[in-house]
């Protein structure tokens, strides 16, 4: 199992940004396409940003514009660069691989979004 280390999270205003950060181990990490995602109490984790090795990016429709995901893959590293934050964006964000068989979910970073 990879580790993955997720920070960056903390309170902001409606409007404010953020830049989250997971920090894996291991050369592993540069052979897979990396997630970010998010859940809410009584929700499914959903995958909000993915990157593969090569840098594809794909977003959910929600955070297209606001939300940019990259990677470091010499610091085994994922960031994900959130704007425009909206109340909606409240929610614990986690790193992982973008499908399965998926890592040893991190304890993740909370974002909340309140004025």
């Known amino acids: 199992q990879v580790p993955l280390v997720e920070s960056g999270g903390g309170l902001v205003q409606p409007g404010g940004s953020l830049r989250l950060s997971c920090a894996t181990s291991g050369p592993i990490f540069t052979f897979y396409t990396m997630g970010w995602y998010r859940q809410t109490p009584g929700k499914q984790r959903e995958l909000v940003a993915s990157i593969t090795t090569g840098g594809r990016i794909t977003y959910v429709d929600s955070v297209k514009g606001r939300f940019t995901i990259s990677r470091d893959n010499a610091k085994n590293t994922v960031h994900l660069q959130i704007n425009s934050l909206k109340p909606e964006d409240t929610a614990v964000y986690y790193c992982?691989?973008?499908?399965?068989?998926?890592?040893?979910w991190g304890q993740g970073t909370q974002v909340i979004v309140s004025s």
């Open positions: 992982n691989t973008e499908r399965p068989p998926y890592w040893a």
